[in-house]
């Protein structure tokens, strides 16, 4: 049974950061592309970052960039989220995926977690 477990989100003051981890098993971690979306209330989930099985490419949504950086560590079977410069408009529950392609596409997903809240304040 596949189980993506995120952590590590929680209230936090605009300009501050945070780290959300992704916990994977049942599954050959180092043979899948790993995901991270969000979803505001009120609005559809979006796609946010993804980074290959081999950690060696990386993809953001572009209003993203500069401040969020995926990462994975697969002796771990974990990805990484590290939130930079933190803004309300990042409130949202994050949820990691993960998926045997590229993709920003979320239904190209085969695998997803519960999800964490982060709530970014003012």
């Known amino acids: 049974q596949v189980q993506l477990v995120e952590s590590g989100g929680g209230l936090v003051q605009a300009g501050g950061s945070l780290r959300l981890s992704c916990a994977a098993s049942?599954?050959?971690?180092?043979?899948?592309?790993m995901g991270w979306f969000r979803q505001a209330p009120g609005k559809e989930r979006k796609f946010v970052a993804a980074?290959?099985?081999?950690?060696?490419?990386?993809y953001y949504a572009d209003s993203l960039k500069g401040r969020f950086t995926i990462s994975r560590d697969n002796a771990k079977n974990t990805v990484y989220l590290q939130m930079n410069s933190l803004e309300p408009e990042d409130t949202a529950v994050y949820y990691c995926?993960?998926?045997?392609?590229?993709?920003?596409?979320?239904?190209?997903?085969?695998?997803w977690g519960q999800g964490t809240q982060v709530t970014v304040s003012s």
């Open positions: 995926a993960a998926s045997s392609g590229f993709y920003e596409d979320e239904r190209r997903y085969d695998y």
């Open positions: 049942g599954l050959t971690f180092s043979t899948y592309n």
């Open positions: 980074i290959k099985w081999s950690a060696l490419r990386t």
